[in-house]
């Protein structure tokens, strides 16, 4: 039985009790109160997990385009945004994905390509557990909010 | 007679050797190292694998409203959240009283964490494991993931997915959520399970039934087939532990502690859960903030044992549902009834226990007793309560101790990985005894260690998941302090050899 997806889909993983880790799931919470607002109803869905999985493949089925939204250490910039493409990406333990392994498994599993896929990367500091996220992180969280809006109302994929 | 456990640190004068420190950085913090020490001739003479696994949240709970409890230590853990919420309601239900709780709340609950069971093995099996039988271990890492899988059994590989989804829906329709569920509550449940959504589960279960029993088929078929000179890979000669129920059934929701030698006796059995303080002490040591659990009877040094799939399928006398109990005895059989510490036969027991637990699942789905009746026990307030379940790691001990204002006043928690701690280091070191020589770090050497971590798949469980972290790094000193050799290896498989060290070797 088939059920009829939102054409659009963003998720957001990370732990809410480490810190900015959190930003991917604070964003995509943030992002569902706007879009609930100001998207047409059954536009977009939203999702968040503590982490990337295999099983998250079948989340991407019959979507027009995807938005992975995650903390990211080692950024210049507030928020960084990509292109994902599928790619063989080893695995050491089962506690973590790479979102190109995730398309690779999508394409391997559905034997067809995975829909666009776009990598929102948020900056991040601090990871202690119990803390919440720091001001200069919810700072550049704003920011990237700001983009995710504008990729939710766009018709076409942004490029990065 | 029994083989004699081997104590983990050989070397007279650890700090006159070399180090190699393997670091398989997984996010920011829960990461996981394995320094090698090598002596002047370059040989293996100790092994010491670092887990930064919950370091800090015994004390994060202390201090919390007990209610609270079984919903944050699911933060434990993104891959077994429930096996935490399970275990931290089971010691909460001595704590208000509730124990037993009712018998809905107990087949609920049993519902829950048999759906764990199944989505965590199928997890394991078909993203990590099978890739290495399958491919051998010095195959092109693009191959040993489940990409590899998809490729070479692209219906294995999608049956894998579609198990750990299923594991998953049973946890959904009875936690309340995919994710960090609430359904759980000391005493008992606040929710029973809606028909409509039993009846959705119980109509796929024929094919999850046929998919569990061809899992175990290929991880019978892979392990059979493995060379003879893999078949004793990593052999660690190790005591058993694990819960078991009535008459020594395969038991992971409830049961008394049992442990078995390596050579097959039973050593201690019956042993209530809550008295676990009289079986185990915690011994530490300074290179690391894990904990070495041991038989308080043998001591640190020769008390270490292991838990798990492995254990589990061995310690029981048999599997209280007809298709994996046949599957145990083939498995039994096939190893002449010998006990097996070959670490590559853990998948094919892992197998065997996936199997398990999709058929308890599809028992408990036809019993009217989860739709609903009383949910909730009371009784009289206790201080304190111990709750133990087999997560799909193996043994998980939750201890807390409640004052009168309802705040938690201590914490104590062995993981499942904690149990290993000492077992992983011995598969490393018999496998680093095996593969390393000289002061090159080669790739096989580092795929021979990821394949015997991999068969615990170690849990990291706080660990962070930010973007940007070597997922592998290697460095090589001299007695000096002198970096040899160092090497990252990328997301993507690539490695890189450099000068700098690996900042985590500073713990040393």
């Keep these: 039985m088939s059920r009829k997806v939102a054409p659009l889909l963003v998720f957001g993983w990370g732990n809410p009790s480490r810190g900015d880790d959190a930003l991917g799931p604070l964003l995509v919470e943030q992002l569902a109160d706007r879009a609930q607002a100001q998207l047409p109803a059954g536009r977009l869905e939203c999702l968040t997990d503590f982490q990337l999985q295999v099983e998250h493949a079948l989340d991407l089925v019959g979507r027009e385009r995807v938005l992975f939204v995650d903390a990211a250490i080692g950024l210049q910039t507030p928020f960084a945004v990509s292109t994902v493409l599928p790619a063989p990406v080893a695995g050491f333990t089962t506690h973590a994905l790479a979102p190109e392994a995730l398309l690779q498994v999508y394409r391997d599993l559905e034997r067809t390509e995975p829909p666009p896929c776009t990598l929102l990367a948020i900056r991040a500091h601090r990871f202690e557990l119990g803390e919440a996220p720091g001001e200069r992180a919810l700072a550049d969280l704003a920011l990237a909010l700001a983009w995710a809006m504008e990729w939710a109302r766009l018709p076409e994929e942004i490029s990065a | ?508």
């Design chain 2, 1 to 508: 007679m029994t083989e004699p456990t081997r104590p983990l640190e050989t070397a007279a004068d650890p700090q006159g050797q070399r180090r190699i420190v393997i670091d398989p950085v997984s996010r920011v913090e829960g990461h996981g190292k394995v320094t090698l020490l090598l002596d002047d001739d370059n040989r293996i003479q100790q092994v010491r694998l670092h887990i930064v696994e919950f370091r800090g949240f015994e004390q994060f709970i202390v201090g919390r409203p007990y209610w609270e409890v079984p919903v944050m230590v699911q933060r434990l853990c993104g891959i077994c959240p429930v096996s935490h919420h399970l275990a931290a309601t089971k010691a909460l239900d001595r704590v208000v009283g509730g124990w037993p709780v009712p018998e809905a709340a107990d087949q609920i609950r049993r519902l829950m964490h048999h759906g764990q069971i199944v989505q965590s093995h199928a997890l394991h099996f078909f993203h990590l494991s099978s890739p290495d039988l399958l491919f051998g271990f010095d195959a092109d890492v693009a191959q040993r993931n489940i990409v590899g899988v998809a490729m070479a059994h692209p219906e294995a590989a999608r049956q894998g997915v579609m198990l750990r989804k299923f594991g998953q829906e049973v946890i959904r329709i009875t936690a309340g959520k995919r994710v960090h569920g609430t359904g759980s509550v000391p005493g008992g449940m606040n929710r029973a399970v809606d028909p409509a959504e039993r009846d959705v589960l119980r109509a796929q279960l024929p094919q999850v039934l046929a998919w569990a029993e061809a899992a175990v088929d290929l991880a019978e078929r892979l392990h059979t087939g493995l060379p003879t000179h893999l078949a004793g890979f990593a052999e660690t000669p190790a005591a058993m532990m694990s819960l078991v129920g009535p008459g020594g059934a395969m038991e992971f929701y409830d049961g008394t502690l049992r442990v078995r030698e390596a050579d097959g006796r039973i050593a201690v059995d019956g042993f209530e859960d809550q008295r676990y303080r009289e079986l185990i002490g915690e011994g530490v040591k300074p290179w690391t903030y894990m904990k070495f659990p041991y038989r308080l009877t043998l001591g640190p040094e020769a008390g270490w044992y292991r838990v798990g799939p492995l254990a589990r399928l061995q310690n029981c006398d048999f599997i209280p549902t007809p298709r994996a109990e046949a599957r145990r005895q083939a498995f039994v059989a096939a190893h002449g009834g010998r006990p097996v510490h070959a670490v590559l036969a853990t998948h094919w027991a892992r197998m065997i226990e996936l199997l398990h637990g999709v058929e308890v699942v599809a028992d408990l789905l036809d019993d009217p007793a989860i739709l609903g009746g009383p949910l909730i026990a009371t009784g009289e307030r206790q201080r304190s309560g111990v709750g133990i379940i087999e997560a799909p790691r193996g043994t998980l001990i939750h201890e807390y101790e409640v004052g009168d204002d309802d705040l938690v006043t201590r914490c104590n928690l062995i993981v499942s990985t904690t149990h290993n701690n000492q077992a992983m280091n011995e598969a490393v070191r018999s496998v680093a005894l095996q593969y390393l020589d000289g002061q090159t770090i080669t790739e096989p050497l580092l795929n021979h260690i990821e394949v015997a971590i991999r068969a615990y798949d170690p849990c990291l469980s706080c660990a962070t998941h930010a973007l940007g972290q070597m997922p592998l790094a290697v460095t090589l000193r001299n007695a000096r302090g002198e970096v040899l050799d160092h090497v990252h290896r990328s997301s993507r498989g690539d490695t890189v050899r450099g000068t700098r060290p690996h900042s985590a070797e500073a713990a040393l």
